[in-house]
């Protein structure tokens, strides 16, 4: 295994970091995207039940 430059180390790190960073960034807005479902899906559910109750 050959030694890597610190440039090359360098390099390395910051694509490294930038995946990572794009990574949670992915996640996070998946999370969101769900979280936000769920909730209209909750506010639809109480809706609908809301309005059988009022029949």
């Not at 180390?9 to 490294?16: A, D």
């Amino acid at each position: 295994m050959r030694h890597l430059l610190p440039k090359e180390i360098k390099e390395n790190y910051y694509t490294g970091r930038n995946e990572y960073i794009g990574y949670f960034i992915v996640i996070g807005l998946k999370t969101k995207f769900q979280m936000e479902n769920s909730l209209q899906a909750a506010a639809h559910v109480l809706h609908t039940s809301a309005q059988s109750l009022q029949c």
